[in-house]
């Protein structure tokens, strides 16, 4: 689905991103876990179309195809989610409406008939209830005043109706007490599906005790410098990233 060959990305003129290789088959989730500054952030971002980022070498086919050539908005019509790992504001906008635009805009795109508002919210309250989001966090203007924990819901909520065939989660768990770390974890769990990659971008291992993932690789100063299994996780978590995090000669 996704292939990833030698992606070297400037942003600014400094080199971020120094060659990563990264193979990622349907239905298989893969984690990214590594310091910070290591270039997880810069690498969803690429994935996703975010302008700033130069690649200066490499490339991503996506379905046998160049990503690069694609627009971010024809990504995402491709089925390619990004969360954030910071979720933006958007004061005026409330969480349905956003949904329906998004919905409707890749719906577009894709060439299939739009969803009237029954449909929109037949599809967003039936996801929303899975993950606790009440009909008035819906109807507020998305993430504005929203709790960390109700942030990240809405995040997986977007994804979960959006049904990616791509997703990438940046650090969904940061911020997280326990009790939403387990609400956010089975929620995406839940989306697993043989026809959908997942990339959980994560600095910890807590939230792959919700998701556990089918290979976990360690991104430290712009590489890829270790990948295992979800033993890996668990290994990193008692050993921290020390020798491994530690910059290779360049
Ligand atoms: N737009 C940018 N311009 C210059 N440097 C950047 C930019 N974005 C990120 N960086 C730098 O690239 C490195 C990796 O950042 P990032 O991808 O956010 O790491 P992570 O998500 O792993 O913490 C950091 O040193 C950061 O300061
Ligand atoms: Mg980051």
Redesign the pocket.
Known sequence: MLKIENLHVT??G?E?LRGIDLEVGAGEVHAIM?P???????LSNVLSGRP?YEITEGRISYFGEDLTALEPEERAAKGVFLGFQYPVEIPGVAAMTFLKTAINAQRKLRGEEELDARGVMTLVQGEARKLNIGADMLKRPINVGFSGGEKKRNEILQMAVLQPKLAILDETDSGLDVDALKLVGEGVTALRAPDRAMIVITHYQRLLDYIVPDFVHVLAAGRIVRSGGAELARELDKLGYGELARAPAA
């Open positions: 942003a600014d400094n971020i590594g910070n500054g290591a270039g997880k952030s810069t700033g």
